[in-house]
T-cell receptor, first 112, second 113 residues
Framework: AQSVTQPDIHITVSEGASLELRCNYS??????LFWYVQSPGQGLQLLLK??????LVQGIKGFEAEFKRSQSSFNLRKPSVHWSDAAEYFC??????????FGSGTKLNVKP | DVKVTQSSRYLVKRTGEKVFLECVQD?????MFWYRQDPGLGLRLIYF???????EKGDIPEGYSVSREKKERFSLILESASTNQTSMYLC????????????FGNGTRLTVT
């Protein structure tokens, strides 16, 4: 069965520091992978997606993610975090039937 | 930009009431979804629809039903609300072709007392 694991529930980083949020998935075929961000009281917004091709994908707001098939991972990175990046981040995998499976989320706090 | 609109941001209902959550999208998307979001559990799929009058059960359909009479509108129905259905409900839509990314509404926070 498909599943997504985000091992870090909370992460705190200082403003200007680099960020990496971890995501591991379980899926039998080539996955469609996504990262979403949710600000308080809002719905989810797509940051980036991977369907095929280059394993390093660029997204909005300066985020990037790298697909590593051998590790079943799709980690999200940002070289320098801004206070406005404080939010909850969700990794998701989509299957061929237009169903999506989400991780439990990672809450990011940014220290001034 | 795709707009997904959920009719209510906050709802308070009593146990046993019939509850309707409405969702409308304006981009002619074929797929529409209802998710439930609870702390520590992420998003769990309740139902989805890939066409008018078509629906598929998700992972947690018990206690819920859906209706899609028009392409742009997807309704979630709680036939008899219970306290364990207190949650944040998120509607989303996507294009059918090639697994489109989801576009979400802002959510409805439902409290059942």
């Amino acid at each position: 069965a498909q599943s997504v694991t985000q091992p870090d529930i909370h992460i705190t980083v200082s403003e200007g520091a680099s960020l990496e949020l971890r995501c591991n998935y379980s899926y039998g075929a080539t996955p469609y992978l996504f990262w979403y961000v949710q600000s308080p009281g809002q719905g989810l917004q797509l940051l980036l997606k991977y369907f095929s091709g280059d394993t390093l994908v660029q997204g909005i707001k300066g985020f990037e993610a790298e697909f590593k098939r051998s590790q079943s991972s799709f980690n999200l990175r940002k070289p320098s975090v801004h206070w406005s990046d404080a939010a909850e981040y969700f990794c998701a995998v989509g299957d061929n039937f237009n169903k999506f499976y989400f991780g439990s989320g990672t809450k990011l706090n940014v220290k001034p | 930009d795709v707009k997904v609109t959920q009719s209510s941001r906050y709802l308070v209902k009593r146990t046993g009431e019939k509850v309707f959550l409405e969702c409308v999208q304006d981009m002619d998307h074929e797929n529409m979804f209802w998710y439930r979001q609870d702390p520590g559990l992420g998003l769990r799929l309740i139902y989805f629809s890939y066409d008018v009058k078509m629906k598929e059960k998700g992972d947690i359909p018990e206690g819920y039903s859906v209706s899609r009479e028009k392409k742009e509108r997807f309704s979630l129905i709680l036939e008899s609300a219970s306290t364990n259905q207190t949650s944040m409900y998120l509607c989303a839509s996507s294009l059918y072709s090639a697994v489109g990314a989801l576009h979400f509404g802002n959510g409805t926070r439902l409290t059942v007392t």
